[in-house]
Structures are given as structure tokens and as C-alpha cells.
């Protein structure tokens, strides 16, 4: 067989593992169940030429290690074994359709197991355009993700195999609605009984760049398209909570919601979609939530007191504290505002630059105003801007002599703005690292970063995945059941009220 290159299979997708010369395999839950991940399926049956030893299991191997995840679908045969025990020892989520045998080998793998009745196409809402509208969170950003989750503490395989439920564990989903971005995961909550150092599990999570904030600070209302985007995300993520039997719900949005004259009406749509009624979160609720999202993720050596910076695209929440938030502020300070606001040309004048760092710190300035002893605290970023960022500075580089892991420094965030502002959106989607949605707002996103971090005056940047997202999960933990949740903890003059 001639085996397809690497570049030929080099995108995102999901893997399909079945008993691909049975004929009787049928791949539309298959590709059901991908389309609502939203990714392509990669069936061998259909890329390859033949399956001969070893050009067809090289093109299976490199298939799997560019996959997001893999689906395997009942009957399996005996050429599955190799596929599956690869794709487990490499980290892969592992997704099955349909119910295996007691003594199948397969039980001895951590997998998530998937009901076919929810992935039947009444089950869906038609999607606004036909087609996927996102991706799993910077599965486009090649190898950059593992070797983010590397650097940050815990690894991909610890983060990507989760088992399935227990009677240990409450099955959460969570969703973080933004300027930005809508994102979803499902995670298994530890019980109280382990205590407080257990980590949640998480079983899938969706990262979808809808722009909902789009124009909202020009116009005031949502811009139909992104609220169209919403609808169909919103469908999958539907989809999604019902296939993988999620007990509790819990949907927060932000500050597009807040800032927008006919955000009841997309809290509507919402209810209409999901069943559920969303909260939305004042920036003092939505820099708590983040906060315990942070602090929970935590890796070791990291010590307290924390300075979380949660940059976002419509404002940026700043919280402070040890073990939960003592100070807290929201500033009006987004990557996606900044974008529309100043930097309206590509690339950018030196004009529309300086002003928007001069616009950036003055932000800052007011912002840090508020937040007392910031000086001693380690400064944590979050959101994808930060995490763009530490992709684009982390591609190709090796860590300097005590650089610490899942640190970003000064120098290489400077490098990253350096690097940025000489370029047009086009070579911005070349440059190693990008996230191909974020090529628009980078600039903005850079700038913040670096400004946040002259402006605390700190050297390093502790580069955090967990935030907001994790933070609503965590809540849900003492949740009744199928229902959302009341409102976050109330902050007074930027001090959580007990």
C-alpha cells in the first residue's frame, strides 16, 4: 500500500477503529459522534489502499498520534488490539458506541462509553450552516497542546484517559460563555470523601471560537451571524451532555452577555437549546469562579498568594488571594475589544499600537489600583489569549537553564509582541503554535499579556489551563441534580461576602 504522508493526515480528527473489512460495520454514529466533537473522521477504510503490514499500520500509526481522539465502534476485530493499545499508551481519549462484552479485553482500557440512542439524528438540532462550526480546544495547533499540558504540570496522558464514572464521582458539565469563545467540558467531580486535594477527571471538553461579542462595542446588540454560531454550537454541546449521561448542568456567561442591549434574548435562545437557564456573572462572580478554577488545577511548587489574570475578550478579571479570593477586580479590558477599538489595519500603524498600549495601561493601572500586595503574589495567566501566547513562544524553543516549566518569561513574551506586530493576518496563521481563530485579536492578546506583566512588575508568568470553565464545574459539586445553578458567591468592593 502507499501510505499517506504525514502532512496528507496532519488535522485535526478523530480516529475511527473498527472491523474495517467487515462490511456489516456501519460508521454513522461514527461520524455522528465526531461531527458533535467537532472533528472529520478518519476511516482506513476509506484512506488507505490496502492493509497490508507494515505501510498500513505506519499510515494507522501516524493517523492516531495526529488524532484528537478515537472512536471504536462494535464488531471489533482482532487488527483492533494494536490500534487501541497504541492510541490508550499515547493518551488518547477513547470513545466506544454500543455496549462491548463482559469479557471483552477492551474493558481492561479506560474509555468512555457512549449510548448510540443519543447520537441518533433526532437527537440533533440541524446546525445554522451545515457544518462543524468549531474545534476541541487547539487541536489545531499541531503538537503545541501536548507540550503546553507537558510544561504546565500532569502531562497529556493524565489529562486525556479519564475512566468512567463511579459511584465515587458526579458527572458535571460546565459551559463558559464569552466575547470570545463558547466552551464546554464533562468531568467527573471526586466525592467530599477524598478530600479536598482530588482532582476532578475530565471526560471531553469542547472549545468553540464563535466571536459572539463581535462588534457589540460598536453596535450594542449581538451580530446575528455569531448569535447563528451560538445556536449551533449550543446543538452539539446539547448532544454531547446527553451522550455521555452528565447529572448536573451549569451555564455562565460573561461579559458579552452583560454588555450587549439583547442579551435576554440570547439567554433565551440558550433556554430554548439547552433547557437550561444561563446566569449571568457579574466580573466579581466570574473572577471567584476562575480563581477556585486556578488554585484547583494548581501543580506543585507554586506558592501562594495568587495573582490570577484571567484575559478575555471583552474584560479582564483580576483576583487575589491564597486558598480562595481575598481581592477582586473586573477591568474593561478585552482582546477582542482592543482589536476593534484600535488596531483596525493589518498589520497595525505604530498610531493604532501606541494607542492601544496607552488604552491598556490606563486599564491596568486602575485595575491594580484595587488589588493590595500584589507584590509577593505569583502572577497566573489564563484563557486563550495567555495560552496562544506560551504556544507561539514555546514552538520549536527549548526551555534556558532554570527556566521553570509552564513558566512564561518576560523576554520570550516580548519576543512573541516583537514578532507579531511586524505581520499581516497571513503570516500570523503561519507562525508555529497559532491558533488559526485567534489570528485576528493575537496582537491585542500579546500586548495584554505583556503589558500585565510590566505592570506587576513580574519576570515570569505561570501558564494555568484551568480557569473559569473548571471553576463553574467545581461549583457544581453541591448542586441539586439536572438543574443550574443560583448565583456565585457575592464580592463587596472586590472581598468575597461569606
Same mark, same amino acid.
Given at each position: 500500500?502507499?501510505?499517506?504522508?504525514?502532512?496528507?493526515?496532519?488535522?485535526?480528527?478523530?480516529?475511527?477503529?473498527?472491523?474495517?473489512?467487515?462490511?456489516?460495520?456501519?460508521?454513522?454514529?461514527?461520524?455522528?459522534?465526531?461531527?458533535? %466533537?467537532?472533528?472529520?473522521?478518519?476511516?482506513?477504510?476509506?484512506?488507505?489502499?490496502?492493509?497490508?503490514?507494515?505501510?498500513?499500520?505506519?499510515?494507522?500509526?501516524?493517523?492516531?498520534?495526529?488524532?484528537?481522539? /478515537?472512536?471504536?465502534?462494535?464488531?471489533?476485530?482482532?487488527?483492533?488490539?494494536?490500534?487501541?493499545?497504541?492510541?490508550?499508551?499515547?493518551?488518547?481519549?477513547?470513545?466506544?458506541?454500543?455496549?462491548?462484552?463482559?469479557?471483552?479485553?477492551?474493558?481492561?482500557?479506560?474509555?468512555?462509553?457512549?449510548?448510540?440512542?443519543?447520537?441518533?439524528?433526532?437527537? #440533533?438540532?440541524?446546525?445554522?450552516?451545515?457544518?462543524?462550526?468549531? /474545534?476541541?480546544?487547539?487541536?489545531?495547533?499541531?503538537?503545541?497542546?501536548? #507540550?503546553?499540558?507537558?510544561?504546565?504540570?500532569?502531562?497529556?496522558?493524565?489529562?486525556?484517559?479519564?475512566?468512567?464514572?463511579?459511584?465515587?464521582?458526579?458527572?458535571?458539565?460546565?459551559?463558559?460563555?464569552?466575547?470570545?469563545? %463558547?466552551?464546554?467540558?464533562?468531568?467527573?467531580?471526586?466525592?467530599?470523601?477524598?478530600?479536598?486535594?482530588?482532582?476532578?477527571?475530565?471526560?471531553?471538553?469542547?472549545?468553540?471560537?464563535? #466571536?459572539?461579542?463581535?462588534?457589540?462595542?460598536?453596535?450594542?446588540?449581538?451580530?446575528?451571524?455569531?448569535?447563528?454560531?451560538?445556536?449551533?454550537?449550543?446543538?452539539?454541546?446539547?448532544?454531547?451532555?446527553?451522550?455521555?449521561?452528565?447529572?448536573?448542568?451549569?451555564?455562565?456567561?460573561?461579559?458579552?452577555? #452583560?454588555?450587549?442591549?439583547?442579551?435576554?434574548?440570547?439567554?433565551? $435562545?440558550?433556554?430554548?437549546?439547552?433547557?437550561?437557564?444561563?446566569?449571568?456573572?457579574?466580573?466579581?462572580?466570574?473572577?471567584? %469562579?476562575?480563581?477556585?478554577?486556578?488554585?484547583?488545577?494548581?501543580?506543585?511548587?507554586?506558592?501562594?498568594?495568587? %495573582?490570577?489574570?484571567?484575559?478575555?475578550?471583552?474584560?479582564?478579571?483580576?483576583?487575589?488571594?491564597?486558598?480562595? /479570593?481575598?481581592?477582586?477586580?473586573?477591568?474593561?479590558?478585552?482582546?477582542?475589544?482592543?482589536? *476593534?477599538?484600535?488596531?483596525?489595519?493589518?498589520?497595525?500603524?505604530?498610531?493604532?499600537?501606541?494607542?492601544?498600549?496607552?488604552?491598556?495601561?490606563? *486599564? $491596568?493601572?486602575?485595575?491594580?489600583?484595587?488589588?493590595?500586595?500584589?507584590?509577593?503574589?505569583?502572577?497566573?495567566?489564563?484563557?486563550?489569549?495567555?495560552?496562544?501566547?506560551?504556544?507561539?513562544?514555546?514552538?520549536?524553543?527549548?526551555?534556558?537553564?532554570?527556566?521553570?516549566?509552564?513558566? $512564561?518569561?518576560?523576554? *520570550?513574551?516580548?519576543?512573541?509582541?516583537?514578532?507579531?506586530?511586524?505581520?499581516?493576518?497571513?503570516?500570523?496563521?503561519?507562525?508555529?503554535?497559532?491558533?488559526?481563530?485567534?489570528?485576528?485579536?493575537?496582537?491585542?492578546?500579546?500586548? /495584554?499579556?505583556?503589558?500585565?506583566?510590566?505592570?506587576?512588575?513580574?519576570?515570569?508568568?505561570?501558564?494555568?489551563?484551568?480557569?473559569?470553565?473548571?471553576?463553574?464545574?467545581?461549583?457544581?459539586?453541591?448542586?441539586?441534580?439536572?438543574?443550574?445553578?443560583?448565583?456565585?458567591?457575592?464580592?463587596?468592593?472586590?472581598?468575597?461576602?461569606?
Amino acid at each position: 500500500m502507499n501510505a499517506p504522508t504525514g502532512r496528507a493526515i496532519r488535522m485535526p480528527h478523530a480516529y475511527y477503529c473498527a472491523k474495517c473489512k467487515n462490511e456489516q460495520t456501519d460508521p454513522r454514529d461514527a461520524e455522528r459522534l465526531a461531527d458533535i %466533537l467537532g472533528l472529520p473522521l478518519w476511516l482506513p477504510k476509506d484512506k488507505a489502499d490496502s492493509f497490508g503490514f507494515p505501510d498500513g499500520a505506519l499510515a494507522c500509526q501516524r493517523a492516531i498520534d495526529e488524532a484528537d481522539c /478515537v472512536i471504536c465502534q462494535p464488531p471489533i476485530g482482532r487488527d483492533c488490539a494494536w490500534e487501541l493499545g497504541y492510541a490508550a499508551g499515547t493518551g488518547k481519549k477513547i470513545y466506544v458506541i454500543g455496549p462491548l462484552p463482559e469479557d471483552d479485553w477492551m474493558t481492561k482500557i479506560d474509555i468512555h462509553y457512549v449510548d448510540p440512542a443519543a447520537l441518533a439524528p433526532r437527537s #440533533r438540532r440541524p446546525r445554522a450552516d451545515g457544518g462543524p462550526v468549531g /474545534v476541541p480546544a487547539f487541536a489545531e495547533q499541531d503538537r503545541m497542546q501536548d #507540550r503546553i499540558w507537558d510544561r504546565i504540570g500532569g502531562g497529556a496522558a493524565s489529562l486525556r484517559r479519564p475512566g468512567p464514572p463511579s459511584h465515587a464521582s458526579t458527572r458535571v458539565a460546565a459551559i463558559d460563555c464569552g466575547t470570545n469563545s %463558547l466552551r464546554l467540558i464533562v468531568a467527573d467531580l471526586p466525592s467530599a470523601e477524598r478530600g479536598p486535594a482530588a482532582r476532578m477527571v475530565e471526560v471531553v471538553e469542547r472549545f468553540d471560537i464563535i #466571536r459572539l461579542g463581535q462588534d457589540v462595542g460598536r453596535t450594542g446588540r449581538l451580530a446575528r451571524k455569531a448569535v447563528d454560531r451560538a445556536r449551533a454550537v449550543l446543538a452539539d454541546y446539547a448532544a454531547l451532555i446527553t451522550a455521555f449521561d452528565v447529572e448536573r448542568v451549569r451555564m455562565c456567561a460573561t461579559w458579552v452577555s #452583560r454588555g450587549s442591549a439583547d442579551g435576554e434574548e440570547f439567554l433565551a $435562545l440558550v433556554r430554548d437549546t439547552l433547557g437550561l437557564t444561563s446566569e449571568v456573572l457579574s466580573g466579581g462572580q466570574e473572577a471567584h %469562579l476562575a480563581f477556585e478554577g486556578v488554585i484547583r488545577g494548581l501543580a506543585g511548587g507554586i506558592e501562594a498568594p495568587y %495573582l490570577m489574570a484571567d484575559i478575555g475578550g471583552g474584560s479582564t478579571q483580576f483576583a487575589l488571594g491564597t486558598s480562595d /479570593v481575598e481581592h477582586a477586580v473586573s477591568a474593561d479590558l478585552g482582546c477582542v475589544r482592543i482589536t *476593534e477599538h484600535h488596531l483596525r489595519t493589518d498589520p497595525p500603524t505604530p498610531q493604532q499600537i501606541a494607542a492601544a498600549e496607552e488604552a491598556i495601561g490606563a *486599564e $491596568l493601572d486602575k485595575a491594580l489600583e484595587a488589588l493590595p500586595g500584589t507584590r509577593d503574589a505569583a502572577l497566573i495567566g489564563v484563557s486563550e489569549a495567555v495560552t496562544t501566547v506560551a504556544a507561539i513562544a514555546w514552538a520549536g524553543a527549548f526551555s534556558p537553564a532554570g527556566h521553570r516549566p509552564g513558566c $512564561l518569561t518576560y523576554h *520570550e513574551v516580548d519576543r512573541v509582541v516583537t514578532e507579531l506586530l511586524a505581520t499581516t493576518a497571513a503570516q500570523r496563521s503561519r507562525i508555529p503554535g497559532m491558533h488559526p481563530d485567534m489570528v485576528d485579536v493575537i496582537v491585542a492578546s500579546a500586548l /495584554v499579556v505583556r503589558a500585565t506583566m510590566k505592570h506587576t512588575g513580574k519576570e515570569t508568568m505561570v501558564v494555568s489551563r484551568h480557569g473559569l470553565l473548571h471553576g463553574i464545574a467545581w461549583s457544581l459539586g453541591d448542586r441539586p441534580p439536572h438543574t443550574a445553578s443560583p448565583s456565585a458567591a457575592a464580592i463587596d468592593n472586590g472581598k468575597v461576602r461569606s
